[in-house]
């Protein structure tokens, strides 16, 4: 048996018995007991009661003395409300993807944050054209690689020592020095947008720009890929704009208008 095998079989027992009552709560159309419950899940009675008190102390589960039963509780709505946020942002930024893609004849993909080091692709547009770059949802990246990855390194917290450790372990095919990713970074931030020619990914161009939340921390990034010779200067410069335009509304309006600051320092 191979180490990643046993691996994935380890589990924790109290908390895939936990799980297993919050999915049986959300699957019926009233509150159960404790008897019930351990009955249908074929729990020990006195394991399902701690599990339960465990389930209400932290919010999940809500207990009713009067009938002496538990349904679902609001704290899982704290708990969804980040991603069903982020999947909201997804739905209201695809037409700006769909737009770019068509007018400035690219690849168009949305980034979003997901630790401190890691960017996942929650949507993408293609252009249509018969020979692009091809990408999928799903994909992830290291923060601070290509063009997103000077986004977020314009609007993180950490000290140019963290982040040279950062840039340290990243695979590019034609990585720049620090001092040069630097002075991209400084750029980013007094243009709005970044780019990556060629660096990342041979003959392959990105240009990004962030979305920042109300403490213009970066949650999400806008990139624009495609191929390094469909670009001059100028249609870089149109598209990085385009890019910080609809990006600067996406903060706007996240934000609560709490980063019209930052944005017109870019104008």
């Known amino acids: 048996m191979t180490a990643t095998s046993t691996s994935s079989e380890k589990k924790v027992g109290a908390l895939s018995a936990g799980l297993s009552i919050l999915r049986h709560l959300a699957s019926v159309s009233g509150p159960?007991?404790?008897?019930r419950i351990a009955r249908d899940l074929n729990l020990n009675s006195s394991t399902c009661f701690n599990?339960?008190?465990?389930?209400?102390h932290e919010r999940l589960v809500t207990f009713d003395e009067?009938?002496?039963?538990?349904?679902?509780?609001?704290?899982?709505?704290?708990?969804a409300k980040g991603s069903l946020e982020q999947a909201s942002?997804?739905?209201?930024l695809r037409p700006h993807l769909e737009e770019i893609a068509s007018r400035h004849r690219v690849t168009a993909t949305l980034w979003q944050r997901t630790s401190n080091d890691r960017v996942v692709m929650a949507d993408l547009a293609d252009s249509g054209s018969a020979i692009r770059v091809h990408m999928s949802i799903g994909q992830r990246l290291p923060m601070y690689i290509a063009a997103l990855g000077r986004c977020m390194a314009a609007y993180s917290t950490l000290s140019a020592a963290e982040l040279r450790t950062q840039?340290?372990?990243?695979?590019?095919?034609?990585g720049p020095s620090f001092e040069a990713y630097m002075r991209d970074v400084e750029q980013t931030r007094r243009l709005g947008y970044a780019m990556d020619e060629g660096h990342f990914v041979k003959g392959i161009t990105t240009v990004s720009s962030p979305i920042l939340d109300e403490h213009r921390s970066p949650l999400m990034a806008i990139s624009a890929v495609g191929f390094s010779a469909q670009f001059t200067?100028?249609?870089?410069q149109s598209l990085?704009?385009?890019l910080r335009e609809r990006c600067r509304e996406a903060s706007l309006s996240i934000s609560g208008g709490k980063v019209g600051k930052?944005?017109?320092?870019?104008s």
């Open 89 to 92: 942002y997804a739905r209201l």
């Open 233 to 236: 200067s100028s249609a870089i």
């Open 167 to 174: 840039l340290s372990s990243l695979r590019w095919e034609d």
């Open 51 to 56: 599990l339960l008190k465990t389930l209400v």
């Open 66 to 79: 009067a009938t002496k039963t538990y349904r679902m509780g609001l704290g899982l709505v704290e708990l």
């Open 32 to 35: 159960l007991g404790v008897t």
């Open 240 to 242: 990085g704009e385009d």
């Open 262 to 266: 930052f944005w017109e320092d870019q």
